[in-house]
């Protein structure tokens, strides 16, 4: 095992330590005492498959409403945290940019964190956080993924054909740039229920802070 791999491994397993139990300060969010037979059933399914004993904060939001904590799971399973068209370190990659720009704490958090567990390094992570992207800790395929990723969730309304063949030149395909588009606009959703709810970092002091 290289020492850059345990390196990783023991500060995942630190922040894993340090993770809070989710709180909400606008919304209430659903008691696992209380909630339907079909929620406590599908969260039992949640950590059946993530292997995760605790419940995220955003889980608990969705879980107002059984249909969509259900359809949000299948997402979550089948697309947004499994290897497509698109990496799952990509996919982080782009939640933890996307998240920041739409001051979402929570999210942006939740995915630096996740970002490190597929390899992303604490300089890498703290660039995002900050929106910076620094052409010495991004290939320049990243660099066009997430430039497209961020017009899209900040100004889509602008995107154009042109914004597309230049990810391309940098060596991205058409499918996955549309893949690039579904995943910003359901973590800019994310990103609005998480804030309306009112979810604070996971972390104490921000996960920039533990790194």
């Not at 209430?28 to 949640?46: C, I, K, M, N, Q």
């Not at 904590?69 to 698109?86: D, H, P, R, T, Y």
């Not at 320049?140 to 889509?156: H, I, P, R």
């Not at 395909?173 to 996971?202: C, D, K, W």
Request: net charge neutral; aromatic share 8%.
């Amino acid at each position: 095992m290289s020492s850059e791999f345990s390196s990783g491994v023991v500060q995942q397993e630190a922040l894993k330590r340090r993770r809070v139990a989710p709180s909400s300060a606008n919304l209430p969010l659903v008691d696992e005492g209380t909630a339907s037979g079909d929620v406590r059933s599908l969260f039992a399914h949640y950590r059946e498959h993530f292997v995760r004993p605790d419940l995220p904060g955003i889980v608990l939001c969705f879980a107002t409403n059984s249909v969509l904590l259900k359809g949000m799971l299948e997402i979550a399973e089948n697309f947004l945290f499994s290897e497509s068209l698109l990496s799952r370190r990509h996919k982080e990659m782009i939640a933890a940019y996307v998240s920041q720009q739409n001051a979402c704490p929570y999210c942006a958090d939740s995915h630096g964190a996740l970002l490190g567990a597929q390899g992303g390094s604490p300089e890498m992570i703290c660039a995002l956080q900050r929106g910076d992207l620094n052409a010495q800790l991004f290939t320049s395929a990243e660099l066009a993924l997430l430039k497209f990723a961020g017009k899209v969730n900040s100004n889509s309304s602008a995107v154009i054909r042109a914004d597309v063949e230049a990810a391309i030149r940098a060596g991205w395909t058409e499918p996955q740039m549309a893949e690039a588009v579904h995943i910003v606009a359901l973590y800019a959703a994310f990103n609005r229920i998480a804030n309306g709810f009112g979810l604070p970092s996971p972390y104490p002091d921000g996960l920039r802070g533990q790194l």
